[in-house]
């Protein structure tokens, strides 16, 4: 038995007042279905399904859907069908949902399906327990058979930002992952040590150091020398010569700065007679 989705009170957004504005050019253009008469009209659609539910202005031939473009431009399915397999799709899995929180997840996932942010918190908690009880799949489904969703774009509309004023639109505004994913990875990379840890023994910079002082290069040179007569006590001689380097301090902030002093020039005003020059 799932549980049903909690009650959130709605905020005043720009997309729940009527507007008055003249159309420009932040006037969000329509794509239909109904109004393709032509293999580009649907070409136009499917690139537009493409950039909203992905979010990217570059498509790849790796994050395309075949057989969904083949279904729609066979009208097997409708622009609703497509939008709910973009995001049931393993490319909209890797890209949104194993690189943020669910409550992220739901956030950006209102923007691009529903056109419109979350109304706060509390819609974020509901959301997330849909998510929770019937995985990203179920999460997708309930969003694209909403009532919201019916009624702003029906089955024959691509989603879009619904009645942007002002802001920036949400693919501008929102990265695609949030910065505990960005620290995530930063710790794997420090082998499970925090940024500050490593900042603080110098391991971080020592590293980045070592990978470009000379000494590496003789370690390279060393291995792969020719055999020889001199060959082993040249070897030695290069790995005595990287344990003595000593690593410049370049995270220490107690490091003695280059001071520049002022050099005294004559500028070329000076020369001009009445003007007196300091």
């Keep these: 038995m799932s549980?049903?989705?909690?009650?959130?009170t709605p905020t005043t957004q720009n997309q729940r007042v009527e507007g008055y504005e003249v159309p420009n050019e932040d006037t969000p253009q329509i794509y239909r279905s109904t109004d393709a008469i032509s293999n580009a009209d649907i070409d136009a659609i499917i690139w537009a399904g493409y950039r909203q539910i992905f979010s990217e202005h570059l498509i790849l031939d790796s994050?395309?859907?075949?057989?969904?473009?083949?279904?729609?431009?066979?009208?097997?399915?409708?622009v609703r069908d497509f939008i709910r397999g973009l995001g049931?799709?393993?490319?909209?899995?890797?890209?949104?949902?194993?690189?943020?929180?669910?409550?992220?997840?739901?956030?950006?996932?209102?923007?691009?399906?529903?056109?419109?942010?979350?109304y706060g918190k509390d819609e974020q908690i509901?959301?997330?327990?849909v998510i929770a009880t019937k995985g990203l799949s179920g999460f997708i489904d309930a969003l694209v058979d909403s009532d919201e969703y019916r009624q702003n774009f029906d089955n024959d509309i691509v989603p879009y930002q619904r009645r942007r004023f002002?802001?920036?639109p949400f693919n501008l505004v929102n990265p695609r992952y949030a910065d505990y994913w960005r620290n995530q990875q930063l710790s794997i990379y420090l082998g499970g040590k925090s940024y500050y840890q490593a900042n603080v023994t110098g391991q971080s910079v020592q590293r980045g150091v070592r990978g470009s002082i000379p000494s590496n290069f003789l370690?390279?040179?060393?291995?792969i020398a020719p055999g020889g007569?001199?060959?082993q006590r040249s070897q030695d001689r290069a790995r005595n010569y990287i344990a003595d380097v000593e690593l410049p301090e370049a995270y220490s902030q107690t490091a003695a700065q280059p001071t520049v002093k002022p050099t005294k020039v004559n500028l070329p005003y000076s020369y001009i007679p009445g003007n007196k020059t300091t």
């Design 3 to 8: 549980i049903p989705l909690l009650q959130s």
């Design 63 to 78: 994050y395309r859907q075949p057989f969904l473009e083949s279904q729609l431009r066979n009208r097997a399915i409708n």
């Design 88 to 118: 049931k799709s393993e490319v909209y899995r890797s890209l949104v949902g194993d690189t943020n929180s669910n409550y992220r997840l739901v956030d950006i996932s209102f923007k691009r399906f529903l056109g419109r942010a979350t």
């Design 126 to 129: 509901a959301w997330s327990i």
């Design 166 to 168: 002002k802001d920036r």
């Design 219 to 223: 370690t390279m040179a060393a291995s």
């Design 229 to 231: 007569l001199n060959y």
